[in-house]
């Protein structure tokens, strides 16, 4: 069995699996619950600033006949007194000695303000402290959450500030919703954090509700943005949780701690790879509940048991080397769209989105080699029989395939169409290097097609 | 409440739609589950070509009355469809998820987006601009229903003469309420009979309607007049036979009138005896057989009508044939029969069965309904109609061998299965060929 045990900076775990700092960390009741079905740590929903809250606080995107993509919320920070999480968090760190009891802390931007919450957390017994910048709704307008974390400046100072005060790990939440999020996220290297958590929720409008005209959430006939999150963001958290792990002022001085979109143990590995050193869940588990943490941490370690992977330092980060500029791209590798005529079942979407959408290679050839048109059947033709036997089958015309993949994507068959690497015949070269060789290539249209015909490129 | 309202309230629970329709989440999950595939093998499979896939989706984007009007401009009557097509053979026989075992349950959703427009009274299509042809339709079932819509929705008056007291055909008369109920079929009427075309009920070719008549007063006929009652069994004992037909009618249009046996002895193997039998389950015999003079393998009956019939309890015995109806002062009291044995085949190239010798026995009962098909319609000859086989000849524009006069539906279906929505078909490209005819005229007119 993999050792799934995590080191974060300074804070240990079971396991990397958090709770995100959310409703599913809102009192002891379910803190306690969590670790029980055997979540590794919790960030406690973040404690602060007085506030109040709203109905209704969350909007949802559904598709297809599909719960729950994403969520949509305008919750804030938790609305039960202060002392009575602060107790409750001091009696389940006691409880749960080995597991991470994180606190995040949210308060107006004066360090006297900080300097009083930090020391209120530590006489916790937490293991460490989250700082949410990340909040893009409500405690923004105050001048908190993501007010702070869209500001590279106040990131800085007040971080700064905890750490003036702060004995415990201090992990800096960011917030996705900045147009380059390793400002933020070097400002607070450099004021001292000891780790990094992102993404925070993006900022969304959910819906329009068609009956009622209303907004989604209607809050009693008004609207407004809310923070999105769940299954649907993902890709997004990918991309920003690997620009910050590979940025060299952030690389090897914190750990990431990395969350959007996690629903199952595939989600939480490709974290890990991107740079994550433990990941955290919140939509997911508000959708189905603690009990997932089961699935989670069973499918991670048998994953790495048959990749042979013994801890988690052997899988944290592994992906990232491959990251490269477009301009790093190998312009002569080449892969064509193959279809495997036993496993497709003439759906034709391959040849409808190649068609309509992408370079027209795909044909519809019928049991005679012949290539036909879709519809070609006759009218006065009907039943399974004849709808079924003579229907074409999609093949590509590989010299025409640009590997654009886009078949690949819709084909509802697994394994049905592969990616397959054909030899260009061409040395490899980036664009980097041929505008490097060739400048005018990058200038002018005359020059890309003299180079095209040099090494035999032909799109038509 | 009119006279037939009346009869029909009092149907028994045991009679009605056996299939619930799909809730609102159920329809929207099933939807989901369309792959909406590109030139969809199920709509080449469906004899209309409704556009499947998207009526699928649109039930999946929350447009059920778009969904709707993808079907019926297809199939105008695809809310009887939706209920008595024999889908296994067709759309959903072709559904590309077959392959993993689970295709979309086609005719349950086109039924949820039909049920949608009627529950709502919705009119989805208009007359066109009036043309100031004239069309006769003769017969009120599928095949001149969709011809009567169609010439409608192409500008022309349509006329369709109904030789019984409900339009509908054997959608009203003949297909058991527990696959499409009445009130189904009349509704579907109504649709038609809001396009602008007169039905005429209670008039019948060759008794009271002369053919020569509807050529001189209209430009063209189309005749859909399905195929006539039950042949004769040619046995002793046959008139206290129920014939299945009207057994099936009765249920459907005045169940209280029903008597049903305790033993019942249903002979014929097609849809039609199925049904009869499942009728007489339903109304209460203890036990009830079908007895064909064929096997299993020959059987017209589908597949999945035999496995529905099995758990209805129906009980076959194949290779025997009826010799003699036992009766005892006006009381069945058995079905005399001989085994069969299976020989070569026959011209319709099934095993011809062959009596064994001194096999006679006899099945106690105390009903026999027989349902041994239906008459053709060979009597048109009489109308100066060419048949062929005791069907209507037709060219490939669905026109007889009378100048002026097309056919289609039952009458002309020679060869394979005869079904409602092959009967649609033909009525919707017989119209278009009926209007191609007229417009030649006209232009040559000009
Ligand atoms: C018991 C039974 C069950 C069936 N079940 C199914 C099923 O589940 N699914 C399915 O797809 N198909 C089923 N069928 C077949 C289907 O009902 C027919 O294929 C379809 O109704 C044919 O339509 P049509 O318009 O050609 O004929 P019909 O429906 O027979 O309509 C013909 C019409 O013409 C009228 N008519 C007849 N003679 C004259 C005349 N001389 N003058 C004026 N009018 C006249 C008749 O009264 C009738 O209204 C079933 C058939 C039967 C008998
Ligand atoms: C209803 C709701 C309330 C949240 N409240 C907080 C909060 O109080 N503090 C915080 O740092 N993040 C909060 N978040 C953000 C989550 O901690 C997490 O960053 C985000 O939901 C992305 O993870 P997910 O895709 O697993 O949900 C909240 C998210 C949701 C959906
Ligand atoms: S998308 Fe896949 S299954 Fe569908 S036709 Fe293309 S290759 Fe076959
Ligand atoms: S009309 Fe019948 S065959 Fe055609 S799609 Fe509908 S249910 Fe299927
Ligand atoms: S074949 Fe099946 S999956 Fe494809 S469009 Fe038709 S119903 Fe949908």
Not at chain 1, 382 to 408: F, I, M, S
């Amino acid at each position: 069995m993999a050792d799934l045990t995590t080191r974060f900076g300074g804070i240990t775990a079971p396991n990397p699996f958090w709770l995100a700092s959310a409703p599913p960390t809102n009192s002891a009741r379910q803190v306690h619950r969590a670790f029980e079905a055997g979540w590794g740590g919790a960030v406690w929903k973040t404690i602060g600033a007085p506030v109040l809250n709203v109905a209704n606080r969350y909007g949802a995107w559904h598709w297809n006949g599909q719960k729950m993509l994403a969520i949509n919320n305008v919750e804030l920070i938790s609305d039960r007194p202060l002392d009575v999480n602060l107790r409750e968090i001091a009696e389940v760190k006691r409880t749960w000695p080995d597991r991470a009891v994180i606190v995040s802390a949210m308060v107006e931007s004066t360090r006297e303000a900080w300097h009083d919450i930090v020391a209120r957390i530590e006489d916790t017994g937490a293991d460490g402290i989250e700082l949410n910048y990340g909040c893009p709704h409500g405690m923004s307008e105050r001048g908190m959450g993501s007010a702070v974390g869209q500001v590279p400046e106040y990131c800085e100072r007040i971080t700064a500030w905890v750490m003036e005060r702060a004995s415990i790990p201090v992990i800096v939440k960011l917030t996705p919703n900045v147009t380059d999020i390793r400002w933020p996220a070097r400002a607070a290297v450099r004021a001292g954090a000891n780790g990094l958590s992102l993404i925070n929720t993006i900022n969304s409008i959910v819906g329009v509700d068609l009956d009622t005209l209303r907004l989604v959430p209607d809050i009693g006939g008004k609207g407004g943005h809310g923070g999105y999150a769940g299954p649907a963001v993902k890709p997004i958290a990918l991309h920003l949780l690997s620009a910050v792990a590979s940025d060299p002022e952030v690389r090897g001085a914190v750990p990431i701690s990395g969350m959007g979109g996690i629903a199952s143990w595939r989600d939480a590995a490709e974290f890990l790879l991107l740079g994550a050193t433990s990941v955290q869940v919140c939509t997911s588990v508000m959708h189905w509940g603690f009990r997932i943490v089961e699935d989670l941490v069973d499918g991670l370690s048998r994953w790495m048991d048959e990749k042979g992977f013994a801890t988690l330092d052997e899988v944290v980060g592994r992906a990232l080397p491959q990251l490269a500029a477009f301009e790093d791209f190998d312009l002569s590798f080449r892969t064509v769209a193959r279809i495997d005529p036993e496993r497709c079942i003439r759906c034709d979407l391959c040849w409808v989105a190649c068609n309509d959408t992408a370079h027209q290679c795909i044909d519809l050839v019928d049991a005679s080699g012949q290539v036909v048109q879709p519809r070609s059947w006759d009218e006065g033709s009907n039943g399974k029989r004849q709808a079924t036997e003579g229907r074409p089958q999609p093949r590509v015309r590989e010299a025409d395939c640009v590997g654009c993949r886009l078949c690949y994507n819709v084909c509802p068959v697994e394994d049905c169409i592969r990616m397959v690497e054909v030899d260009s015949g061409r040395p490899a070269v980036t664009w980097a290097e041929l505008v490097r060789e060739r400048p005018e290539v990058g200038r002018d249209w005359q020059a890309m097609e003299r180079y095209r015909r040099d090494v035999g490129i032909d799109i038509h | 409440m009119n006279e037939i309202e009346a009869r029909l309230s009092s149907s028994p629970a045991s009679l009605a739609e056996q299939l619930p329709p799909f809730s609102d989440s159920q329809a929207l999950h099933e939807a989901a589950r369309c792959l909406y595939c590109y030139d969809a093998p199920c709509t080449h499979a469906c004899p209309t070509h409704i556009d499947v896939a998207t009526f699928i989706r649109r039930i999946a984007t929350g447009d059920p009355l778009g969904a709707a009007k993808t079907i019926l401009e297809a199939n105008i009557l695809g809310h009887s469809c939706a209920r008595v097509c024999p889908v296994e053979e067709l759309c959903v026989g072709a559904c590309v998820l077959h392959a993993e075992g689970k295709p979309i349950a086609i005719g349950r959703l086109q039924r949820f987006a039909t049920d949608h427009l009627y529950a709502r009274g919705v009119s989805l299509f208009r007359p066109g601009p009036p043309s100031g042809r004239r069309v006769a339709v003769v017969g009120a079932g599928p095949a001149g229903l969709s011809c009567a819509a169609e010439l409608a929705k192409l500008g022309h008056a349509v006329t369709v003469f109904e030789k019984r007291e409900l339009a509908g055909g054997l959608s009203t008369y003949g297909i058991i309420g527990l696959r499409e109920p009445v009130a189904v079929a009349l509704a579907e009427v109504e649709m038609i009979r809001r396009l602008g075309v007169a039905i005429v009920t209670g008039r019948s070719l060759g008794e009271d309607l002369a053919l020569e008549e509807l050529r001189r007063d209209f430009e063209a006929v189309f005749l859909a007049i399905g195929l006539g009652g039950m042949p004769r069994l040619g046995i002793p004992g046959e008139d206290s036979v129920v014939d299945g037909l009207s057994w099936i009618e009765r249920s459907k249009l005045d169940p209280a009138s029903l008597r049903v046996g305790k033993e019942v002895v249903v002979i014929g193997a097609g849809n039609t005896a199925i049904d009869a039998a499942t009728v007489a389950v339903r109304l209460g015999a203890e036990r009830v057989t079908i007895v064909y003079r064929r096997s299993r393998r020959e059987m017209p009956a589908y597949d999945h009508e035999y496995g529905f019939a099995r758990l209805e309890g129906i009980d076959f015995r194949f290779l025997t044939q009826p010799v003699r109806v036992l009766v005892d002062n006006g009381t069945v009291r058995g079905l005399a029969c001989v085994r069969m044995r299976l020989g070569r085949a026959d011209a319709s190239g099934r095993a011809r069965p062959e009596p064994v010798p001194g096999s006679e026995f006899v099945l106690p009962c105390d009903q026999v309904i027989a349902a041994i098909g239906q008459n053709k319609v060979g009597w048109l000859e009489r109308l100066g109609i060419a048949t062929e086989n005791g069907f209507v000849r037709v060219d490939e524009e669905w026109r007889t061998s009378l100048p002026g006069v097309w056919a289609g539906g039952d009458c002309i279906r020679a060869r394979g299965a005869a079904s409602t929505v092959m009967a649609v078909e033909d009525g919707k490209r017989a119209a278009r060929a009926i209007h191609r005819a007229l417009c030649a005229t006209s232009a040559a007119a000009e």
